[in-house]
């Protein structure tokens, strides 16, 4: 079964240091999010891509976040000063179509974690 | 914010169906209600949606109310690999992110 991968599966970083969280989505999917989930807290969405740009972002996607698609497989999260709030799991999710007609296939996570 | 009420938790005998309830008393006739589940700390999996008939799938039935304002997620021989927060969210049309709520934690007891 197709599935969504995420590396590294935990990152510790040291807080101001820059990250870049990886995703290789399913081969003929579209539409790509992330979400995080802050430990004990609700799954939150931060920002779904489609066709090369961003299609929608929350009010927690501010400009310490990017996202990038940098060729055909992978899709890319960069943190660019980490704080210590942004310690959390992140996860990718992709779909093949709009999610009103389809389902999101989620990624199992990278935990990261900001000393 | 979700757009739905849930059961902050449950509990179910292993083997026994496990009903979980939740409100979208606010849903128009377009959107959709769907189910995703997480178990502990993995990333949310689909389970099923639908608009207005019940739909069935290997997983789980979808049972809906004919004003819509409602829902049921049913598992109908829950085991203990099925304790999970279970997430019931309403999906505006357009491309809009699915929005998770608290959920319901179903807690599968031998």
């Known amino acids: ?115 | 914010d979700a757009k739905t009420t849930q059961p902050p938790s449950m509990d179910c005998a292993e083997g026994r169906a496990a009903n979980l309830p939740c409100n979208h008393s606010t849903i128009s006739g377009n959107e959709y209600v769907y189910w995703y589940r997480q178990i502990h700390s993995q990333g949310p999996q689909y389970i099923i949606h639908g608009l207005k008939n019940n739909e069935t799938n290997e997983m789980a039935s979808l049972i809906i109310t004919e004003d819509r304002k409602s829902s049921t997620l049913i598992l109908p021989h829950a085991t203990l690999r099925d304790t999970a927060v279970y997430y019931c969210i309403v999906l505006y049309s357009g491309n809009t992110p699915l929005v998770f709520g608290k959920g319901t934690r179903l807690s599968v007891i031998a």
């Open chain 1, 1 to 115: 079964e197709p599935e969504v991968t995420q590396t590294p599966s935990h990152q510790v970083t040291q807080m101001g240091q820059e990250v870049i969280l990886r995703c290789v989505p399913i081969s003929n999917h579209l539409y790509f999010y992330w979400y995080r989930q802050i430990l004990g807290q609700k799954v939150e969405f931060l920002v779904s891509f489609y066709n090369n740009e961003i299609s929608e972002k929350s009010e927690i996607f501010d400009d310490q976040f990017s996202v990038e698609r940098p060729d055909g497989s992978n899709f890319t999260l960069k943190i660019r000063s980490t704080k210590l709030e942004d310690s959390a799991m992140y996860f990718c999710a992709s779909s093949l179509g709009l999610l009103e007609n389809t389902e999101a296939f989620f990624g199992q996570g990278t935990r990261l974690t900001v000393v």
